[in-house]
């Protein structure tokens, strides 16, 4: 699965192979307010081996995260959002979990990520459109590292 921004700047499926990049049941909670991006971002994550709780947003996300029963192994946040910003989102659910690890991903230059108060801490960030594989990779990385910390959440 690829996802490709067409013209109507939504997302649609594409079908690609992931090069092997497998997830092993770890649950990630994925925050995104566009609900085509973030169902395609879903189906592509679950298709590989993941757990996926979903959020439209990131009070949507601070509610659901509160009310989660089992572990959650990483987050994958949008960066603009109406509302609550997904760094914002992001302070605020590591505030409930020190040492959650983020990944956040943005279709916007870092000039608008700065004003989104993203600045130097966010260096787990992959731009959309992205290929599947660029984010499994990245996925896979932050997760093997947490492992390898003994990080647990």
């Known amino acids: 699965i690829l996802l ?13 192979p992931a090069a092997g990049i497998q997830g092993r049941g770890e649950t990630i909670f994925l925050i995104e307010d ?19 709780e979903e959020a439209a947003g990131g009070e949507d996300a601070l509610e659901k995260f509160k009310a989660h029963r089992g572990p959650i192994h990483l987050i994958v946040s949008d960066v603009v959002m109406p509302g609550m910003s997904g760094v914002e989102a992001g302070r605020r659910l590591r ?17 608008m990520l700065e004003a989104q108060g993203a600045g130097d801490p966010v260096k787990n960030i992959i731009a959309k459109p992205f290929e599947n ?21």
């Open 133 to 153: 594989k660029v984010m499994l990779a990245k996925i896979r990385e932050m997760l093997t590292e947490r492992r390898e910390k003994g990080d647990d959440v």
């Open 95 to 111: 505030s409930l979990s020190p040492g959650l690890k983020i990944l956040f991903m943005s279709g916007y230059t870092d000039d």
């Open 34 to 52: 566009e609900p085509q991006v973030r169902t395609a971002i879903s189906k592509m994550l679950t298709g590989h081996g993941y757990l996926v």
């Open 4 to 16: 490709k921004q067409t013209v109507s700047t939504t997302c649609e499926a594409v079908a690609e």
